[in-house]
């Protein structure tokens, strides 16, 4: 069963990345467009060849990219601090008193995390929320963070608790964290570029620099939806490794059918606000309907009970 499952995961990693892949390479096509208007080159397959070739510096596609590492360094420096604003929340440490509910919970991530023979232990947060979720974020396993809410941890059973922290750690071991957030600030990056260059170098009237423009043109009405549909694409398919992950790690899928049943009922039941809309994407649960990051409950539910441990 473990050759299994890890199959899936490796299949589902490949197609996120494969994903990652195209993003790239549209990157640098932007890039390289806005590169082509600026040398003002005679035609488009010329100003390709100059560029690819290096006979001339493909300048705005290096700033592009230096950019989109810079970006990402901050988010990596900073992650912690941009995931919990906007709630109250306390980092649990085993080695100071803790309340009922922190023994609780320490006692079962602490337990998970030696059944799960985990190499690392990431840190360990409850967000003072009146809602049910959880999120996990981190570059790598060695600065990964798991949070849970308070009210999750108040309403759930402690193997279903169980079963969330589980998801959360496998996104953590998966590193579809990571590749979440490299998506995130190369889809933000691409669209920027596309507004800003379609209309850059106004004088560049050669061939090559109309016909570059024209792409770029038309590329400001297909890629906001190319992307929303690969961003839709890699979301979801991590939270079906993630629950996937879940189910392998506690050897029942039952645990996390439960949590998500009660999650989705207390959303249904009740209207609540978020503070942090930077948490939408990476919570357990989303209440969105229309375009939503995360699968339906049903499909989740449904993909959970065609697995066996």
Known sequence: MDSRFERIIRQNQLKTYAVLCVYIAIFVFIGLLADIIRLNSESLQEGFYLLL????FPLITFIMGVVAFGVIMY?????SRIMLSGNEYKR?????VLSRRESTLY?????????????FEPALYIIEAPYMNAFASGWNEKNSMIAIT????????????????????SHIRHGDVRLTMCVGILSNIM????NIFAFYFSSSNSQGARVARNILLVLQFILPLLTMVLSLFISRNREYMADSGAAYLMRDSEPMIRALQKISQDYA?????????????????DTSEILSTHPSIQNRIKSLLGQRF
């Open 53 to 56: 070739t290096l006979q001339e």
């Open 75 to 79: 988010s990596v420096g900073q992650f």
């Open 92 to 96: 649990i440490n085993p080695n100071l």
């Open 107 to 119: 006692g079962v991530f602490s337990d998970l995390l030696k059944s799960a023979n985990c190499p």
């Open 150 to 169: 308070s009210t999750l941890l108040e309403r759930l059973k402690e193997d279903e608790l169980k079963a969330v922290i589980a998801h959360e750690l």
């Open 191 to 194: 669209l920027l570029g596309v």
């Open 269 to 285: 039941q009740n209207t609540y606000t978020e503070p942090n809309p930077t948490r939408a994407s990476a919570y357990l649960f």
